[in-house]
């Protein structure tokens, strides 16, 4: 099993700035990729970020692209999301996931292993 612990969210005022943390432990793979989805109440959970852990591949939703950056720490098997020019439309529970396998992929059922989620909060 993989356990993904996320922290880092919390109230922010628009304009600001948070960054989010997804420490990894328990079983390990050869490749793998590790992504960043959002939920609000009553909708669809929905991709923003997702990196590839050999390569630092990423890939970002058009609707944080440019305002937001994944990276990762591999000596600390944690993976970043940095949001910056946060908007209240960014309000959300956030969650990291992760899927075996080298590929960029932004399918929420492609992924196997989820964190319990981190709220982010936009004041305007």
């Known amino acids: 099993q993989v356990q993904l612990v996320e922290s880092g969210g919390g109230l922010v005022q628009a304009g600001g700035s948070l960054r989010l943390s997804c420490a990894a432990s328990g079983r390990t793979f050869m490749s793998y990729a590790m992504g960043w989805f959002r939920q609000t109440p009553g909708n669809e959970r929905e991709f923003v970020a997702v990196i590839t852990w050999s390569g630092g591949s990423t890939y970002y939703a058009d609707s944080v692209k440019g305002r937001f950056t994944i990276s990762r720490d591999n000596a600390k098997n944690t993976v970043y999301l940095q949001m910056n020019s946060l908007r209240p439309e960014d309000t959300a529970v956030y969650y990291c996931?992760?899927?075996?396998?080298?590929?960029?992929?932004?399918?929420?059922?492609?992924?196997?292993?989820w964190g319990q989620g981190t709220q982010v909060t936009v004041s305007s």
């Open positions: 996931a992760l899927r075996p396998g080298p590929s960029i992929v932004t399918a929420k059922s492609q992924y196997y292993f």
